[in-house]
Structure formats: C-alpha cells, structure tokens
C-alpha cells in the first residue's frame, strides 16, 4: 500500500491537502512551509514546480511560478531541498506530491526524474498536460517502474465513461476540478455537489479530491461533504504572498479551515 | 514516410499529440471527432470555395517575377497571398474554422495574435458571420501594432491585453487557451497557426493547403509541369510554409526550403530560429521543437518580424526538419530588411517582414537556369511600413 493509499486507509473524511509553488516566495521556502503545513493539519502536501508557461493555472499560481524562476528555483534545487525531507518527524507520514508540467520534466529526462522524485520520498504526480494515451503507451510504466502514484484530473465536462478509464489508470486519488476553470476562480457549490453526488455514485476504485477554488472553511467544508477530502492552493499562495512569518501564515490560514 | 497525415494520435513522426489539460479535453476531443467529416461535407466544401472565391479573392496569381528571375538566373514564381482580403493568407484558415465552429453549434469565437494578422482575420470573419470575437494579444504587440488594434475594434472585436509572462504571442496564446479552459461549450477557439493540440495543426494545414492546389494548377498552366523544383516559405508557426508545401509534401523531387526569423543571428541570443536552437518538447498542447533552458522554461526569441516571433514550431515543419525532407535556411532581421526593399524596387510589390525573410535566401541557394522556384508572398507590407519608414529615415535604404 502506498503512503497515499494509507492516508486515506486511515482519515477517510477531510483529508487537507495544500498546494504551495517551490521558490516561493523566497528561494529556499520549501521546507519551512512542508513544515508548517504538515503541523497545523495538512495531510499531504502538493509542490508546484514553476513553469514559465502554466497553462492551467491562474493568475495567482502564475505569478508565483514566475516569482519562483526569477528567483532561481529548478528541479535539481528543488530535489535538494527535499533530499531529507523524510527524515523530518513532521513530515514523516506526509503525503508528497509533485504537480507541474510535461515540458520542464522531459527536459529533466522522465525516468531520471521519476527516479529523483521517489529517492526523495516522493508519493504521487500530477502532470495536467500529460495525456492518458501517452500515460498508457509510454511513461505509465515508467511512473510505476518507482512507485510513484500518477493522478489523474477529471472535470464537470468529463463523460462517465473517461472519468472510470482515468479513475482506473489513477493511483492515490482522483482529482476532481470543480469547475471547468484555471486555478484560483469562483465556484458554484450548487453546481459542484450535484457533479460530486454522481461521482460517488459511479464507485470508483480511488479517494476523491476536490480542487479549484477551495479557499476558506465554507468551500472546504461544502467540498468535503460529497469527497474525502479537498485541496487548495491560490488562496494559501495568496497569504504566502504578503511575506509575513510562514509559519504563523499558515497556522493562520489553516486553523479555521480545519476547525480546531 | 508520409509527411502530410498526421497518426490517429496527431503525430508527424515523433512530434505533435494534443498535450492538454483534462479541462480542454472535451472541447480537443469534439473537434478531433468532427473536423474531418465537415470538411468533407459538400455544403461546407461549397460553402467554403464560395468564400474564398468571393470574399478572399482566390485564385490568388502565380507570378512570373522576371526581374528577379534574371538577377538570380533562374525562374522565379510568386504566389501572392498577399491579394487576400486582409492583406496576408492567414485568411484562408479562419473561412474554414468560422464555417467550422457554426457547424459545431459555438456562438463565440477567441483567438490569439502577434502582429495582428491572425487577429485582424478573425475578426473579419467574426464580422461576416456576425460572431462574438476576442482576441487576446500580448500588451508589447498591443503598443506595437497599433493599426491592427484599430482594425480589429473598428471590426467588432473586443482585444485584451496578455500582461502575464513576456506579454508578447507565445503569452496571448496561453491566456487564449485559459480562456477557452473557462469556457467549455459555447467557444471555439481559431488557432492562426499549424501549432497547438492536435488536430489544429492537420486542420490549419488543410485549410491552407488550398495555397499549394493552387499553385499545381497555375504552375502547370504556365511551364506544363505542376511540379517545381523549389517551394519556399517563410516559417514561425508555420502556417503559410504548411499551405504551400501541402501538395509537394509526398514529391520528393521538389525542394521545400523553410525560412526561419534568425534575428540579430542565430547564435546571438536574439533569434527565433527554432529548428536551429529548439529543443524537443511541449509548448501549446503539442510535442515539437521549442526554444527552452536547459530547466525546460520557455525562452523568448526575437525576430523583427512580430509574425515570425515564436519560440515554437508545428510539429509538421518539426518532422520535416528532423526527417531531411525539408531544408531549413534562416534570414537575419538585417537581410529581411533588405530584402523587403529589394523586392519592392525589383517587383513593385512590398512584402510583408515575414515574408522577406524567404526571399532572403535566394542569394544562398545556388539557384540553376533550368530550376523553377516558387516562393509564397505570404502577405504585404502595409502592417510593416512604420518600421520600413523607421530604416528609411535613419537613410539605411
């Protein structure tokens, strides 16, 4: 079973995970913020990995990323920074997963980096432009080949039947985007529940996440009642933004999300 | 190996794909279903010559151009795109996408622009089909190309600048694609190019490849053959190159020469020579070649010529440069520019910037008495004249 399989196991309800970009806001943030996110409630913890053209994102994540790369962040820093993160009592049972896009890996060289990212501690990967044809025909196996987790994101407009295929193809959970929208916009949580309940419905092998634009205790709570758990990311970028103590930040941000 | 038909999975040999958010799959996924059988539709087919017959104004001439035929002693045809309404051939592919998008039931059109061409096309076709029309372009190219942001307003397009990244195309074109992610079913999205996920660029290519079925029937009317011995183009996205070579793609006794924008030189960091400095992998939905940092971070390239300002190619100039079957030359901004006065005193025509970089080869090309050349005069120069107004007044001309 692996880490992310056990989190789930164990918290079947609520499951917190937040997204923060790597190299922001400063360059070597990464694990003062894995930190602080790990003690004040967050149950696994998505690193952005900057690209200088994300498609999907918004403008908060966008200027983040841009903040990120101007300050030297890359992938051979970042698999640094997080070279002992596992040591780390705090981050010891911490899901870890890696989002970002196709471009910047490949240039990496995929496998090594899929080998760079489980030797870290790595659990999971979320490439959003990375299509399931060529998961199946080419890097699946590779994904697989080191342990990793690969997931899978479906959407409002995704048909039944794609979202069963990317649910079978996905390992840890599936993340569910609540809307048809980059990162960081409104939602609709009327509109959300009903395309939530036929999720559940359809009995799919993984855990739901609920992600894009999850930002405070209402939308959190509201997204959580028909998933396992959600997911937020502008909105914490947006209180890293302001500079203060990180981790004051965070306990901050976090404190009446979760409710205690 | 063919070079005209992408695979199922839009790939012209290792290059292309639809790399795209789940959230653009099913606005990818419908059109990859739907484009080939309505374009094979008699009434779009009629729809589509009509327009381009009598609203474009094709046939466009294949000219005999002697005077630079005699300078370059060789024979030299020039295929003049640039009588297109709108001034350029970036018109040709938005006829067919906005008869496409009617068909697919989309009400509101989007696209992207670098120095306006594409913009300017869209909107006037908007216009014509009484279509709701943004387009997004970077905020540098907004204060560059003023003209063209007057045409497109007075044409009832609503333009937004792109202020995220270099704010130049390659940015315009991610904040159309976000667009498009926030709005999955009433918009359609007309890429200017053969870039983007597949099948963009197999669609763009079919609605320019009128240009090169044109060119066969004109050049075998004049030399009794439809086949020359040279095609060239000029190449950014690649869409003019991708129309006329369209129909030579599989006749490998025609040379198809592509033009790449080199900038200060293609070594001086100031280049949008992709083929030359590109690396492969993903920008916009498609594997290619791209301009990157070792990290895989989009450069920004540099061309005068905003149109040729793009750090990517179409994954079918990619396998054409990878394959060998396409020769890949490049023109610096200084010889475009001479070369776009040069043509104007020879022929009496002023070409485009873009353009000029595909005449600025000819004097590399050891070009034989008995060859026949044919080079698309993808579009005119009136977009360009402040900067050729700027050389002339510094009296570099």
């Not at chain 2, 989009?298 to 396998?319: K, M, Q, R, T």
Request: hydrophobic share 40%.
């Amino acid at each position: 079973m692996s880490r992310l399989q056990k989190i789930f196991e164990l918290k079947k309800q609520n499951v917190l995970n937040v997204y923060f970009t790597a190299g922001y806001p400063a360059l070597n943030d990464t694990l003062t913020i894995m930190e602080s996110l790990a003690s004040n409630g967050a149950d696994i913890i998505e690193i952005g990995m900057p690209y200088s053209d994300p498609l999907a994102d918004g403008p908060v994540i966008q200027e983040s990323s841009s903040k990120a790369l101007l300050n030297g962040m890359n992938m051979k820093l970042l698999f640094k920074q997080l070279a002992d993160c596992r040591k780390n009592v705090l981050l010891a049972n911490t899901g870890i997963v890696l989002m970002g896009y196709m471009n910047p890996v490949m240039q990496y060289g995929f496998e090594q980096f899929c080998a760079d990212a489980a030797s870290v501690g790595v659990d999971g990967l979320i490439l959003p432009d990375l299509p399931e044809f060529e998961f199946e025909h080419e890097y699946g196996a590779i994904i697989r080949k080191y342990g990793l987790n690969f997931i899978f994101l479906v959407t409002p407009e995704t048909s039944s039947e794609r979202i069963k295929h990317l649910d079978q193809l996905s390992e840890g959970f599936l993340y569910a985007v609540s809307a048809s929208a980059t990162t960081g916009g409104a939602t609709n949580f009327e509109m959300v529940e009903k395309y939530l309940l036929r999720l559940q419905s359809m009995k799919l092998k993984n855990p739901l996440m609920v992600g894009f634009g999850i930002k405070d205790k209402e939308s959190f709570d509201a997204a959580c009642k028909n998933a396992n758990g959600a997911i937020i990311g502008s909105a914490y970028i947006k209180e890293l933004g302001k500079m203060n103590d990180i981790a004051l930040t965070t306990q901050q941000f976090l404190k009446p999300i979760i409710g205690n | 190996m063919n070079y005209q038909n992408p695979t199922e999975q839009g790939y012209y040999g290792q290059f292309g794909g639809a790399y795209i958010p789940e959230m653009l799959h099913g606005n990818v996924a419908e059109l990859h279903q739907q484009y080939l059988s309505i374009m094979k539709e008699p009434t779009f087919i009629k729809e589509f010559k009509l327009l381009l017959k009598d609203y474009v104004g094709r046939p466009t001439p294949l000219f005999y151009a002697e005077r630079l035929s005699a300078e370059f002693n060789t024979n030299i045809y020039l295929k003049r795109e640039d009588l297109c309404h709108t001034g350029a051939h970036k018109i040709n592919n938005t006829i067919g996408q906005i008869l496409l998008a009617r068909r697919l039931g989309k009400t509101r059109i989007i696209a992207e622009t670098g120095a306006g061409q594409h913009g300017v096309a869209t909107a006037t076709v908007c216009a014509l089909k009484g279509m709701e029309c943004i387009v997004y372009m970077g905020e540098k190219d907004i204060e560059r190309q003023a003209p063209n942001v007057a045409r497109m307003k007075m044409l009832g397009a609503k333009v937004i600048p792109a202020t995220s990244g270099s704010k130049t195309l390659k940015d315009a074109t991610n904040e159309a694609i976000r667009d498009w992610i926030n709005h999955p079913n009433d918009t359609h999205y007309i890429i200017g190019s053969v870039v983007g996920p597949h099948p963009y660029p197999d669609m763009v290519a079919r609605f320019q490849s009128i240009i090169s079925e044109e060119i066969r029937i004109q050049l075998n009317a004049k030399t009794g053959s439809e086949l020359p011995t040279h095609v060239i183009a000029c190449v950014g996205g690649g869409s003019n190159a991708a129309g006329a070579f369209y129909h030579y793609l599989n006749e490998p006794t025609v040379q198809l020469v592509a033009v790449e924008a080199a900038g200060h030189g293609v070594n001086s960091g100031m280049s949008a020579a992709t083929t030359q400095l590109g690396k492969p992998g993903i920008l916009h939905g498609s594997k290619s070649l791209v301009m990157q940092t070792e990290d895989g971070q989009v450069v920004e390239p540099h061309s005068i010529s905003a149109g040729l300002d793009y750090p990517g190619v179409g994954p079918l100039h990619a396998n054409l440069f990878q394959s060998g079957r396409g020769v890949f030359l490049s023109a610096t901004d200084d010889e475009a520019m001479e070369a776009a006065f040069h043509v104007s005193k020879t022929e009496g025509i002023i070409p485009a910037l873009e353009t000029a970089h595909a005449f600025a080869v000819l004097g590399k090309m050891n070009l034989k008495p008995s060859d026949v050349v044919v080079i698309c005069l993808s579009g005119r120069g009136d977009k360009d004249l402040s900067t050729y107004m700027m050389a002339m007044n510094e009296g570099l001309y």
